[in-house]
């Protein structure tokens, strides 16, 4: 991993009192149906960045994107709703939206901003040059601010205009750019559990295919005391030791990986000894609990049974730091969530005991947040994807695109 990266607090009030701070923030929140917020999280988490500025006097200036636009305005994916909720959690500061990015009408409403103002600039992804890192358009960008911060974790993987083009331009030109504060405890958590775990060190991954966290896995493995492994990847485990699977999803293009895995993990690799099994995966549904060698042939896997909560709750009771990442069923139907809410809970006594525990994104962090139990972790983090490309020890362009600390 590489060293730590500068930050708002590293900065001096010359360098922010008065200036035009631009901000990258992740607020790709969720909306019902008629647009309202359901969970500001990724707003709220952002506030201590925002207030560090603004009580040194800067104007800031927030860039951030919402869904898939895919380069073209889509009036439902306006961030309009979230400067609304803005204003009312920064309440007594003037915050204004502008439905353009970089436009006449950005570049104005910037010229017109005071001291202590916020200005939420239209979603980058409605500019077609965003997603391809257009350097025209990260000029357009740069020339709004005269410091950079980049408190968007959960976009930090994405080189993108707003993200890296940004930053690697205004760098360029001497001007500051550096981490939020958000952004910095995402890369000093997740960093510690790679380069400094107290130990034991355990792992969790869940979800549903080692395919897509193939990577995390052998990233982990070496550093890790024990990897406990969840979701439907299991069953694609369990084939490869010569167990039935019934209808369970597998992937047969991965049985050899597997068996290399668990060839070379020792006893690291920790797998489910029983399940909850079920014909479909919907509401409704009868359930068994079945052992792992006893899957029904018109049955699929689809949680973790209570047996393995129990000996995952039992390696937890010691660990001096957690990463989990991943559910351990479909915790979205009422039946098959069990296993996600136990091992949830388990991990939430660790953090009781004194353990540094560390939800990676995603729908674990969905999960946690869904029980309850976000303030018995000692950290959540904002992003998914982030989470796991950093857990593979790949360099994420929009925080290697940041000054060093000094």
Known sequence: MSGRKKTVADLTEAEIRGRRVLVRVDY?????DDGRITDDTRITTTLPTL????????RVILLAHFGRPKG??????SLKPVADRLRELLEGR??????DTVGHAARHAVGTMYDGDV???ENTRFL???EKNDSALAEEMAALGDVFVNDAFGAAHRAHSSTAGVATIMRGQGKPVVAGLLMDRELQYLGGALDEPRRPFVAILGGSKISGKIDVIRSLLPKVDRLLIGGAMANTFFKAMGLATG??????????MARELQSTSGDKLVLPVDAIVAEKMEAGQPVQTVDREAIPADRMVLDVGPRTVEEYRRVLSDAGTVLWNGPMGVFEVPEFAAGTKGVAEAVAEATDRGATTIIGGGDSAAAVGELGLESRMSHVSTGGGASLEFLEG????GVAALQDAP
């Open 28 to 32: 790709n929140v969720p909306l019902d």
């Open 51 to 58: 207030d560090a500025l603004l009580q040194q006097g800067a």
């Open 72 to 77: 073209k305005p889509v009036p439902e994916m």
């Open 94 to 99: 003037r915050v204004e939206f502008v439905d």
């Open 119 to 121: 200005l939420l600039l």
């Open 128 to 130: 077609p040059g965003e």
């Open 247 to 256: 209808t369970s999803l597998v992937e047969d293009d991965r049985l050899d």
């Open 394 to 397: 790949k360099e994420l362009p």
